[in-house]
């Protein structure tokens, strides 16, 4: 079952659902909520000369962390935003923390807004799920398939938060390999 905005407002009252800083009105659609881009992405770099530029993560030793540390790095965005030309692929993460609480029977998913989908901003390539239990700022996986660049500026409204209740509360909480992970901020 989708939470409806009303839903969403309840369960952000009774405490079974936390999303900070708390969203303005406006955020809201009839199911889902508005989530910001917040002020931090990370960016890929090209390989350096003789590196293998080859990613093999099925390879003995691979780690996740390891991999984007050792090719990427972090930018703020600033006043004029991050001009994010077509092809190109960040890191970014919403600017709202959001608390999907271990025993609130709630798990969710992030959508890109349609409008910005339109122009070819992509904010998730195959990861939308929020697992129950879920506490933290949502990693996004930005691409521009479009035909021209397009500026991201640090709180422009970025993606949607669609909410789920869950049929039983999960037996333990999300701890994979994401769990923890660095978030700006």
């Known amino acids: 079952m989708i ?3 009303r839903d969403l407002r309840d369960a952000l009252r009774e405490g079974t659902l936390s999303i900070l800083p708390p969203p303005p009105p406006e955020a809201y659609a009839p199911n889902g909520v508005d989530l910001r881009l917040d002020s931090r992405l990370t960016l890929y770099n ?3 000369e003789g590196e293998d530029p080859v990613i093999d993560p099925a390879g003995p030793g691979y780690s996740f962390k390891e991999a984007i540390a050792a090719m990427a790095g972090d930018i703020e965005i600033g006043e004029d935003g991050f001009v994010l030309d077509p092809g190109r692929l960040v890191l970014g993460w919403t600017w709202e923390k959001v608390d999907l609480g271990s025993g609130a029977r709630l798990a969710a998913r992030v959508e890109g807004k349609s409008s910005l989908a339109r122009i070819g901003l992509i904010v998730h390539l195959t990861a939308p799920t929020i697992h129950a239990g879920s506490t933290g700022r ?4 930005i691409i ?4 021209r660049p397009i500026r991201l500026r640090a709180g422009m409204k970025v993606c949607q938060l669609i909410v789920e209740q869950t049929l039983g509360v999960p037996e333990r909480a999300y701890g994979g390999q994401f769990a923890g992970q660095r978030a700006a901020g």
């Open 3 to 5: 939470l409806t905005d």
């Open 46 to 48: 090209p390989p350096i």
């Open 138 to 141: 949502i990693q996004l996986e």
């Open 144 to 147: 521009n398939l479009g035909p």
